[in-house]
């Protein structure tokens, strides 16, 4: 079974080779994919798991039910945390669907990656170098985001 001439994209750990080795190594990295999946859904769980220990412990300690400036950034933390797994998990269950790296969505799993950093940077503690780098990178990120986007087929 061999894709239609002229396809956009091709799914090529889905595509049947001659070559039975061959084949049988593709369903090999299918189900290692899947795997991953199962893998990406339990980190889920149990950074969800931790966003409800990290709230409770910052909310259950003096002054009761009241949270502080750090603490709020600890709970951002979590948050974000969860949200980047799931941005991992829909990469891996979109490569399995389509083998094609989607850079959109990874791009935009990084932008959120650096993001989730810049707002729990402790400014008081960095070097102004470190500031920069993570300056340039969420530049970088940023421009190729907005390039990616302004593609007529992105």
Avoid: C
């Avoid at 974000?80 to 389509?98: H, K, M, P, Q, S």
């Amino acid at each position: 079974m061999r894709p239609a001439p002229g396809k956009a994209h091709d799914n090529h750990l889905g595509d049947r080779v001659d070559d039975p080795l061959i084949d049988r190594l593709h369903w090999i990295i299918r189900q290692a994919i899947r795997v991953l999946a199962v893998l990406m859904v339990a980190v889920i769980l149990w950074t969800v798991a931790d966003v409800v220990l990290v709230l409770y412990e910052k909310l259950s300690d003096p002054p009761f039910l009241l949270l502080d400036l750090n603490d709020i950034f600890v709970v951002f933390a979590a948050f974000l945390a969860v949200l980047i797994a799931i941005e991992i998990f829909v990469n891996i269950t979109l490569y399995l669907r389509d083998d094609v790296i989607h850079v959109k969505l990874v791009i935009a799993t990084a932008l959120m990656a650096i993001a989730r950093k810049v707002i729990v940077l402790d400014l008081t503690t960095l070097e102004p170098m470190y500031l920069f780098a993570i300056g340039v990178i969420v530049l970088a990120l940023g421009v190729t985001y907005w390039l990616v986007s302004a593609r007529p087929d992105g």
